[in-house]
């Protein structure tokens, strides 16, 4: 294999051409991997286990059913036909939920504030983004950690909006920098807003930040009817404190979310052997339950509403009760969610990519991969946390986010699958090739038109060999992928008007340069 | 979720507990990954799309065939039915085909020098181990490659001993200081042998090598009938040049190897776009081809002799015509092939695992978690190639093949996939903690019974939050990858008595120390 290597090396003349011809932008259609590509190869439950999920479901739903709902909520899902008991928890039984997914939303767009960024969430369609409310921000330069700002929010989208393969921007971390929680929440919106035009997620602090929070979002939409018309937000609702309580604040944001037109996740974010059952089985099952519950308040608030079935169960270390999100099982949790999700008909997201490793090393690496190329031959619609995220949640590293394009790329190359039809299994080409041509493949027509359709080439990635590697000084991976960061962050513009970006910093306070 | 985190993590109270339980070793049938696991939830190729190759696959045989046989091996195939054409090609009828597939061997075991390691191949039981013949070593520490040693091949061996996630050892790469051609075969034999008991794979570069290796091996296993009846080494044979050539003298190898009692690998390894189809679909089918063929072959010198279907096809960067093995469509290739493996019912193997990267980094872990976790879903009965592979096969590097115990451990998991059944869905569980108990599932029996049994815990991947890991010197992946190499070097010893030990090195030039 070697030789055959060395051999093919020495070539050289044709080469040139190649990379030429590579480095000519493709039309979209022609791009060998795009948004929303349906997964759905990998089934890691059985069709029987699904239904054993969704029957165990049901069962907790209506014998042990959910705590803690804001009145509200209780006189909203009494309404459909939930039951409250003395005990102070709400019991559904079994046709209330079924009228519920009856009624819910299905194939519904996630918007971008520019079109191009729509996300159609229907059946196994993939699409891979930021999420989280890490703390800190990973310095790899430094090889350290420090408490993360509105400025860095704002250069995580800002880089992101750059990279092909990310394809939303919910909100990866905390303006630790703004003290007030309801500045944080504006501070949010309008680092996310102006530095991408892809669809944003928020997590409101607060049912009373809603409000405020929309005025600001008019403005930046053109008016309240510009928003309704195309919301371009959608806000992220722990509305449930595992096991199976309510969580009645968040309950309350979300009704206003709903009001306000704004698209929500029901974001059930139990652990694994802590606030969710330790196995696998388990933890999925009540997170299905805490989703269903979920899609019965939204639908009994809003009939066809449209919200994101957000089963998000966590992974845990046993050993020390620390959450783990690079393990194999959390990979298993987040396909097993992709399964009930497409069972359902619902559009759903699970947590992929995260590490638990502190820095962009080789644990990283494989940790991001395993889940988020998992969660994408699952089919899942929306992998949260798919890019830039360590340290189990806890640090966001813009570095590690430039890389994932090329992660999340070779991932999505995965997902696309393998086309067999008669012009790729080029039995006619292998007759020309071994019966009349020179014994190979290289150069010809077939292989020259398909050499961008259908691969994917990393960015970052090295596929030198290393005597290309030792004569370029070594490119080592890291140091690349801060140079990108840093070309993006000098190349890229404010993504409102100037006008706009005025009258937003004259009425509020923003913490970053944009 | 940060909340929740800081609170769990200010328990402490049993973690001490939990902490020692994880150090007690586990029974083996009480560990949560092993060596066979079942995968195959992950499906690439629809059943229809097996049949489409399977049916090109038969027509490239009738129509193309296959051409450079040696004399022995015309006689042999045209003996059962294939015809000799006049332009100097093999062509092989269906029916010829069939009656191989009817003849081959199938649920073989390959085995190790000790019986804990033996390997079933059959179904989509699960495999991972080295292979390849990198001319490199990688020095993590110097940030170079070196040309590899006998010496470096033996401490491989020795290492991937002491690697539970490593089931079988491949020679990964070529012995450069011994510069005799048999020498090297007889080098690579024994510096194998002598560091680990599981099954070894060989590849001799020469037909006249085989019998004077016998001697050895024979040296080695306790006499000829010891070596027939366990067969601890197999060989890998490039009995074929991609396109539809048969290696002549490769060919000639395999014959003596099978004469010899040696289960023999029948390797394609087309490069996609090279010396196979550039479609995933086309690369496939051609090696699919040629391993048919090479059944043919087997099955007319031996009926029923053990061989696995080695579709090999390889990744191939079409800008610049270099091997790429960490690409996304290298992933899709193999996982491809253990379909094909398992539509006829055959043990197969392919590559995995490899990644293009120089060094153990970031891209290093993503390139390899993808093969691996993809291969090992698609149950791939032997993943070659799986652990320390870089450059695109040119280098390889004990560092990495350290980490790799942890990589195949994270993918082994999700290979293991899910148990649903009453215990694991928890509905008791469930009840008796939110309707009757303290609200969460930590420390319930259930969870610690299932701590040890159903999770993998990394050795050296990090899940330490920030600030532990700070108050640790934050701890480097690589320099700790090191640290264990080196003590697993110091501790190994030779695994030949001292006896067999002088009287190997008696008989034959070693270039190593054992």
């Given at each position: 294999m070697t030789d055959v290597l060395e051999k093919k090396s020495r070539r050289g003349g044709g080469r040139a051409a190649r990379v030429a011809a590579r480095a000519a932008a493709l039309p979209e259609d022609m791009r060998p991997i795009r948004a929303g590509m349906e997964g759905g190869t990998l089934k890691v439950l059985s069709e029987a286990q699904v239904a054993q999920i969704h029957e165990a479901a049901l069962k907790a739903l209506e014998t042990i059913g959910l705590a803690d709902a804001p009145q509200s909520g209780i006189d909203l899902m009494v309404g459909v036909g939930a039951i409250f008991g003395t005990d102070g928890r709400l019991r559904f039984p079994r046709q209330v939920?079924?009228?519920?997914?009856g009624k819910a939303a299905r194939n519904i767009t996630l918007m971008g504030r520019d079109p191009v960024h729509d996300m159609e969430l229907s059946g196994t369609k993939v699409h891979y983004g930021t999420a989280g409310a890490a703390v800190h921000v990973v310095d790899s330069a430094t090889n350290s950690y420090r408490e993360s700002t509105a400025q860095d929010?704002?250069?995580?989208?800002?880089i992101m909006q750059a990279l092909d393969n990310v394809h939303f921007f919910?909100?990866?971390?905390?303006?630790?920098d703004v003290l007030d929680n309801l500045e944080m929440d504006m501070n949010?919106?309008?680092a996310s807003v102006s530095g991408t035009t892809k669809h944003i997620g928020m997590s409101f602090s607060d049912p009373t930040h809603v409000a405020p929070c929309m005025d600001l979002i008019h403005m930046l939409a053109g008016g309240e009817e510009a928003w309704r018309a195309r919301p371009f937000i959608s806000n992220s609702n722990c509305f449930v404190v595992p096991?199976?309580?309510f969580a009645t604040e968040s309950c309350e944001t979300m009704e206003n979310c709903i009001r306000a037109g704004m698209p929500v996740l029901l974001l059930s974010a139990g652990m694994s052997g802590a606030t969710a059952p330790s196995t696998i089985a388990g933890a999925v099952m009540q997170a299905t339950a805490e989703c269903l519950a979920g899609l019965v308040y939204v639908n009994a608030l809003s009939p066809g509403y449209p919200a994101i079935f957000g089963t998000w169960p966590f992974g845990l270390d046993l050993r020390t009760g620390a959450m783990c999100l690079g393990s194999g099982e959390q990979a298993l949790l987040s396909s097993a969610c992709a399964q009930m999700h497409q069972?359902?008909?619902l559009p759903g997201g699970a947590a992929g990519g995260a590490s638990d490793s502190k820095m962009p090393d080789m644990q990283a690496g494989w940790e991001q991969m395993c889940s988020n190329v998992m969660a994408g031959l699952s089919g899942l619609n929306l992998v949260y946390e798919a890019a830039g995220m360590h340290a189990s949640l806890l640090g966001f590293c813009l570095d590690s986010l430039v890389l994932a394009d090329d992660l999340i790329g070779q991932a999505m190359r995965c997902v696309r699958g393998i086309e067999v039809n008669e012009e790729t299994l080029a039995l006619d080409q292998m007759a020309e090739v071994c019966l009349g041509g020179n014994g190979h493949y290289l150069g010809t027509d077939k292989t020259l038109a398909l050499m961008q359709r259908d691969f994917v080439y990393p960015t970052l990635g090295n596929r030198m060999s290393p005597k290309e590697w030792d004569e370029n000084q070594k490119p080592d991976l890291i140091v690349n992928a801060r140079a990108r960061k840093e070309k993006i962050l000098a190349e890229g513009r404010c993504l409102v008007t100037p006008d706009l970006d005025r009258r937003v910093r004259e009425k509020y306070a923003m913490y970053f340069e944009s």
């Open positions: 939920v079924e009228d519920a997914l929010l704002h250069d995580a989208a800002r919910q909100r990866p971390m905390v303006c630790r949010s919106i309008y096991p199976m309580k069972f359902y008909g």
